[in-house]
Nanobody, 122 residues
Framework: QVQLVESGGGLVQAGGSLRLSCAAS?????????MGWFRQAPGKEREFAAV????????AYADSVKGRFTISRDNAKNTVFLQMNSLKPEDTAVYYC??????????????WGQGTQVTVSS
């Protein structure tokens, strides 16, 4: 099991950027896991945003964020990042970091952070 804590959320104008961080701790090294970012907007189901494999060599993105968001990781620091550029109001959501198996299905991830709020104003 791994514990995850997200940070970096906030309020930004449309077109702006934010960088989310996810700090991991626990008995198992974060390098054993694929890491994902999911988001949940008010009144909507949680949805996949991005995933990165254990080494950082493979990544995948939801079509809605492709070309604007970049996921990366630093295993030496047990940290995963989500760089978000060209933000849109529809990106407003609580963003969650998760650890698990590589893929876009939330059921593949067994450990979740508490979430960080991202609000994009128009």
């Amino acid at each position: 099991q791994v514990q995850l804590v997200e940070s970096g959320g906030g309020l930004v104008q449309a077109g702006g950027s934010l960088r989310l961080s996810c700090a991991a701790s626990g008995r198992t090294s974060v390098s054993s896991y694929a890491m994902g970012w999911f988001r949940q907007a008010p009144g909507k189901e949680r949805e996949f945003a991005a995933v990165i494999n254990w080494s950082g060599g493979s990544t995948a993105y939801a079509d809605s964020v492709k070309g604007r968001f970049t996921i990366s990781r630093d295993n030496a620091k047990n940290t995963v990042f989500l760089q978000m550029n060209s933000l849109k109001p529809e990106d407003t959501a609580v963003y969650y970091c998760a650890a698990g198996a590589y893929g876009g299905d939330a059921s593949q991830f067994g450990s979740w952070g508490q979430g960080t709020q991202v609000t994009v104003s128009s």
